[in-house]
Each structure stands twice: as structure tokens, then as C-alpha cells.
């Protein structure tokens, strides 16, 4: 008799700390963008980090995802530390916020598999979804320029039509849709640079969070920036300062300079890709 008291009194104490667990768990924010490559992602998250109530996250399941579709990158392009599962990396989230909101910025390929196979993350209440996307006409030919002039890659990858993520992106809003508590919001990049205190109130609304105007504009950083603390960056620092240099130097939402050409019906010419065999490629994706 005694022992079942004592095991009900342990399973009720066990119900007061998860309850108390939970809900001082919930009292944070987790806000997951999710983004095609060259949407001004980086810059979306320098907003972020200029309101100064979120921890900051850059691409942090990069490694992870590399490890196991692309390891010849892992030696020379991340972070031996850096999260090498995509288990590790969403206990460092969860970690994170206990004491503070966290923002996880991360690229649609990279997440599609660890995201759409795990429901404790797509059930979750305390974490809502963003998607940022950019006309991928433009998306995909700074994509391009980017990937041929990054350190050490000297041809356009196999992978290249997978790693544009707009398929990625897709399939992760079908999926969140379905099994997320919150509805998933969609961001277009050109709003983002042609009104961006309307898109970003209208994201703070959707997400629940106050708009702070001043998070609209922020310092550039200095050359050596590498993001290790403050980011969580995954990357060395020569692939980091590559990817996101723009970023890492912008002091808020701006135009970018190039144009890009389409014929009379408005459609992708791709004139500014040269070589024939990359143009197809980049048509394709």
C-alpha cells in the first residue's frame, strides 16, 4: 500500500515539473525562416538580431545535411564543433530557448529531410514558420555567380537544381501546413526591399511580437566578422565572409543593383549566363 502511494506521489511530482517545464519552455518564441539561397535571408536575419530580444541562428544544420549528401564539403567548408546531426542541432535550439526566443534561419535543402521527418518539430506550438522567397529568375543567377566564384568550386555542381531549393521549399509549406499549430507565413523578397516596414509589421503581427522600428536599420560589420558567437555560424570564416559579405556589411533592406534580362512575354532569357551548358542547367532549375 505504502509503495503505491509513494509511486503516485512520484507521478504526480513528475506531472508538476513537466507542466512547469512546459510552460516556462512555451513563454519563448522559436521563429524558423526557411529560404531558397540569395533571398536576403542573412540580411532578414540581421534585422532580427538588431531588436535585440531574439538569439540568433545562421544556418545551422548546414554541416549536418552536408555530412550526409555532400561530405566532400564538410572538411573544408565547416566547423568541426559545428552541430553534426540534425538531432544535435535541434537540442541546441531547444536548449537556446529556455532562456531566451530564438530565430533559426536555414535553407530550404538543407532542412526539407530533417524537418518533414520529424513531427515533434512540425507539431510544435512554440515554433512558427516563415518562408522568404525571391523571384527565382533572379535568385538563380545570383545563385550561379555566387557558386562558381566561391573558394575551392571551379564547376557548377551536379546538385545545383536541388540546392536552389525552390522544390524544397515547396514540399516543406505542403508539410508544415498541414501539421503545424501555426500557419506558415510566406514573405516575398521584393516586398521586403520595396516596403519593408509594412512586411515586417505585418510579420511581427503574424508572428506575435512587437514591431520595433528601429530593428529596420543596423551597423555594417567589420571584414573580420565570423559569426562563431554571435551566430552560431557554421561555416570558416573565407566561405562565410563569400556567401553573406552584402550582408555582413548592409545597414538595412536594399534593392539589388542587378537586373536581370527577360524576353517580350517576360520570360527568362538567361543572356547573362555565357556558357550554353551552365544556361541550360540554370533553366532547368
Wanted: charged share 20%; proline share 5%; net charge negative.
Amino acid at each position: 500500500m505504502n509503495c503505491q502511494i509513494v509511486t503516485i506521489l512520484c507521478l504526480i511530482y513528475m506531472a508538476y515539473v513537466n507542466a512547469f517545464f512546459c510552460e516556462n519552455l512555451f513563454e519563448n518564441k522559436i521563429i524558423y525562416l526557411i529560404s531558397p539561397p540569395r533571398s536576403l535571408s542573412v540580411a532578414f536575419l540581421r534585422m532580427i538580431q538588431a531588436r535585440g530580444d531574439f538569439r540568433v541562428m545562421n544556418e545551422i544544420a548546414q554541416r549536418a545535411y552536408c555530412l550526409i549528401n555532400h561530405p566532400e564539403f564538410t572538411k573544408n567548408w565547416f566547423r568541426q564543433d559545428s552541430p553534426a546531426t540534425f538531432e544535435e542541432v535541434k537540442n541546441r535550439i531547444f536548449k537556446q530557448s529556455v532562456t531566451s526566443n530564438v530565430f533559426v534561419k536555414e535553407m530550404s535543402f538543407a532542412v526539407r529531410d530533417f524537418i518533414v521527418n520529424d513531427k515533434e518539430l512540425m507539431f510544435n506550438p512554440q515554433i512558427q514558420f516563415v518562408f522568404l522567397i525571391r523571384n527565382p529568375h533572379h535568385a538563380i543567377i545570383s545563385y550561379y555567380k555566387k557558386i562558381l566564384s566561391a573558394p575551392g568550386v571551379f564547376a557548377i555542381p551536379e546538385c545545383f537544381s536541388e540546392i536552389i531549393g525552390y522544390k524544397s521549399a515547396y514540399e516543406l509549406f505542403l508539410a508544415i501546413e498541414q501539421y503545424s499549430p501555426n500557419k506558415p507565413l510566406i514573405i516575398r523578397t521584393e516586398s521586403l526591399y520595396n516596403n519593408p516596414q509594412r512586411t515586417i509589421q505585418e510579420f511581427c503581427n503574424h508572428a506575435g511580437i512587437a514591431f520595433k522600428e528601429g530593428s529596420l536599420q543596423w551597423n555594417s560589420l567589420d571584414e573580420n566578422f565570423c559569426g562563431y558567437e554571435e551566430w552560431d555560424e557554421t561555416k570558416y570564416p573565407n566561405h562565410s565572409n563569400h556567401w553573406h559579405k552584402e550582408a555582413i556589411q548592409s545597414t538595412g533592406f536594399s534593392r539589388p543593383f542587378s537586373d536581370y534580362d527577360c524576353d517580350a512575354n517576360g520570360m527568362p532569357t538567361f543572356v547573362e549566363i555565357l556558357n550554353f551548358e551552365h544556361r541550360n542547367v540554370c533553366i532547368e532549375a
